[in-house]
């Protein structure tokens, strides 16, 4: 396949013919295409060691083809998820048996994913459509759509084996939704102008996000001005007097403990701080009543 110019007519009847098989002759075409796997995805041993709890990990066999730009898929994946995921198979129980390499076939990018439609057609979502929808068809989408050329080297070594133009991928991808019964954009204009559409809904919605807790701030600021206005009214309806002295209801204690002490306690206590231990386990409202009826009385 070359970079320049319309997908080749055979590729394209290829991958074509591909989607319309059943997904274990699919399997068994690309087997005779790549050949079979020439080492298990785990070392059994470390593989029955993990699953005892006596290791952290499992220790892999030498089945990777990407520096030929070649993924290696999981046959079994059609009854199983993430057969290739540690964590899972622990969890799961899975044999051994699913990851021999009798059981692994390998594929390019476009032909990993119809394997995953194919699996998701059959199973009616149960298994692949997941692989295939955050996974597989994204990275299309960003490689071969949006051209941009991925990292490190083994993924450009894939990106390349399989390489489409922009428009070569909306078709190719168009065929896969319709085989999942599901639509996609006709052209690589609609699939960007999506896109930017979603990007500026995202937007808009960040903005009006924005703007009601800027709302919210505000309103909560004014409420709590108009709540301490009215608290403030009703103290000095109470107390009149502290009004002249600076006195509020948020007067620190403090300073109302040494009033206190000045006006009326002065000669009981010897310090203020005496006073105040004194004074620890009375609150701070009925220390502004004893004040303001110290103040009344002087």
Sequence with gaps: MS???ELQVDTYKEYKELLSKTYDKAVDCLLQKYGPAQDDYFREKSYQRFMAGEIKNITKGKFSRTDEGLYCHHIDEKNYLNISDQSFVKTNKISFDYQ?????VYCNLIEHTILHVLISKETSSEFGY???EVFLKPIIEEWYIEKKIPYPQWMKTCYDKSFLTPEESVHILKEMQK???MSYFSTPY???EKKRRTIEEVKATKRKWEEEDKKRTIEAKEEEIRMIKKKTEE???TYPKFKELNISFDTPRQKVIAMLFDCKYSDIYQSKKE??????????DKLLKELYTA????
Aim: aromatic share 14%; hydrophobic share 35%; glycine share 8%.
């Design 190 to 192: 609609e699939f960007h």
């Design 179 to 181: 085989t999942l019964g």
């Design 295 to 298: 103040l009344e009385s002087s």
């Design 3 to 5: 970079k320049k110019g």
């Design 235 to 237: 103290f000095y309806q």
């Design 130 to 132: 997941l692989g295939y």
């Design 275 to 284: 006073f105040d231990l004194v004074m620890k386990p009375i609150i701070k």
């Design 100 to 104: 021999r390499k009798d059981r692994l």
